[in-house]
């Protein structure tokens, strides 16, 4: 107390007239002068002190406020997400399946469009053998039939003189009237 006191007394001896004078005792005059600025800072700093807490806390809540909504917003948007890499795996699940069964049913229809058209060749081909053969037949009828009648006609020239020649036109003729006979 008695160094409040002090510099209080030493304030008196302060002259009034425009003399300023340095105090040295750092004891005496640092923690009045610091009770001073304080209690001035305090008396009007309180109030722009609190707006600026205020401000920083309101700011604070709203950066929190926007955090939970982004973060709500962003768990909404993983759950859709979610939702969707199910539907999609379900899908692609599906999807593999019904590939793998399709899959198989072109296979299997392959082969049977493969069995049926070798079996269409082999008709073809058993077809075409059958068309040559029964041509190749028909050829050598042809050729045995002109190469006999040659032969007949050759037989019939060399031996059928004039006589018998007669003879076999009366034999055809008599042969015709007994047939008109017999149809009358």
């Given amino acids: 107390m008695?160094?409040?006191t002090d510099s209080f007394v030493s304030l008196g001896?302060?002259?009034?007239a425009g003399s300023f004078g340095l105090n040295t005792d750092i004891l005496a005059t640092?923690?009045?002068n610091?009770?001073?600025?304080?209690?001035v800072l305090i008396f009007f700093g309180k109030g722009v002190l609190n707006d600026l807490l205020d401000n920083?806390?309101?700011r604070i809540?709203?950066?929190?406020r926007n955090s939970e909504e982004l973060r709500g917003g962003a768990i909404e948007?993983?759950?859709k997400a979610r939702a969707r890499l199910r539907k999609v795996k379900t899908e692609a699940a599906r999807f593999r399946v019904n590939q793998y069964s399709e899959a198989e049913r072109e296979k299997l229809n392959l082969i049977n469009l493969t069995y049926k058209s070798l079996e269409d060749f082999e008709n073809y081909k058993n077809d075409s053998i059958r068309f040559e053969q029964q041509r190749a037949i028909h050829q050598v009828r042809q050729r045995v039939f002109q190469q006999a009648l040659r032969g007949a006609l050759e037989t019939l020239n060399s031996c059928l003189n004039k006589e018998l020649h007669l003879r076999t036109i009366s034999a055809n003729i008599r042969l015709f009237r007994s047939m008109k006979e017999l149809t009358n």
């Fill in 2 to 4: 008695k160094n409040v």
């Fill in 13 to 16: 001896r302060w002259p009034s």
């Fill in 30 to 32: 640092n923690p009045i």
């Fill in 34 to 39: 610091l009770s001073v600025v304080l209690g």
């Fill in 56 to 58: 920083r806390k309101q």
């Fill in 61 to 64: 809540l709203n950066t929190i």
């Fill in 77 to 79: 948007q993983l759950e």
